[in-house]
């Protein structure tokens, strides 16, 4: 049996491990929020792999409250950044593997083709900059990691653009939706299908990967298909980034590209459009 820690669990990446997991008898997961284990506190950690035998650790424990992150610096670097280190080096110390999610964030946006793995990342946010930390200090102690930066991430779960979307909508009857940012939607049960993959076939293809779904539309245009699939009328306004001033700022173009993880680990990538029809 392999035993599988699931930090964040209680987030929407975790949801969709647990959607799937009685499929695999193979493995055996541990879910842990913040209030179970802190990864900023690297005693917690010792203990808690101390007193559970950890096969592989999955790091779906993060700061994504990207507007608030660039108020809260100390907190995002301290979760993002601090907490990835504690759990790389008790990692190394227990011979476990690390699965460690980031973020397109770590990118400006500049690029106008997909950003590969080889791409030098220049985050313009305090989140995006935490997350890029996390990954540094990742690689520094730990061989034995997986790192994937994702994107656009969404699902049936907690907080995100197509729940928002949905709820927005049950009050109002127009929209204003951002049309000059560009990226990829990305379900999060196909990320958490490509995470057990690798914990199962004992991959030993260390590094960073790049996974979201296939395609690249704009938020207009993902809400738009959420709207359309969910038979909900309602107007959406295509708006400037300009127009919908926030704290952070987003990275105008961020789609990822994924030939190396399609052909070192021989992952399929479905179109984004195919997955959100599953929902």
Not at 199 to 220: C, M, P, Q, T
Request: glycine content about 6%.
């Amino acid at each position: 049996m392999i035993n599988v820690l699931v930090t964040g669990g209680n987030g929407q990446l975790a949801s969709c491990i647990k959607d799937i997991e009685a499929k695999y008898d193979d493995l055996n997961f541990i879910y842990t929020d913040y209030q179970d284990l802190d990864i900023c506190d690297l005693d917690q950690v010792q203990s808690f792999f101390s007193d559970n035998k950890i096969d592989y650790c999955v790091n779906c424990a993060a700061y994504t409250a990207v507007d608030q992150a660039e108020n809260e610096i100390e907190k995002a670097y301290n979760i993002n950044a601090n907490g990835a280190k504690n759990l790389a080096m008790v990692c190394k110390e227990y011979e476990a593997i690390l699965i460690h999610i980031s973020t397109d964030f770590v990118f400006d946006g500049n690029k106008t083709e997909p950003y590969t793995e080889k791409d030098k990342p220049n985050p313009i946010s305090v989140y995006g900059a935490s997350k890029l930390q996390g990954e540094v200090e990742i690689q520094k102690v730990l061989k034995e990691h997986f790192i994937i930066r994702t994107s656009w991430l969404y699902s049936e779960y907690g907080n995100n653009f197509m729940r928002t979307m949905l709820k927005l909508s049950e009050t109002r009857d127009e929209i204003s939706v951002v049309s000059d940012q560009i990226g990829t939607p990305t379900y999060a049960g196909d990320l958490a299908a490509v995470i057990i993959k690798i914990i199962r076939i004992k991959s030993k293809d260390f590094g960073l990967y790049h996974y979201s779904n296939e395609g690249a539309v704009s938020w207009f245009e993902f809400a738009k298909a959420i709207f359309d699939l969910s038979k909900v009328k309602i107007i959406i306004k295509p708006i400037k980034s300009k127009d919908y001033p926030v704290l952070a700022r987003r990275p105008v173009y961020s789609v990822l590209e994924k030939s190396k993880v399609k052909k070192t680990l021989g992952i399929g990538v479905p179109y984004w459009r195919d997955s959100l029809v599953k929902i």
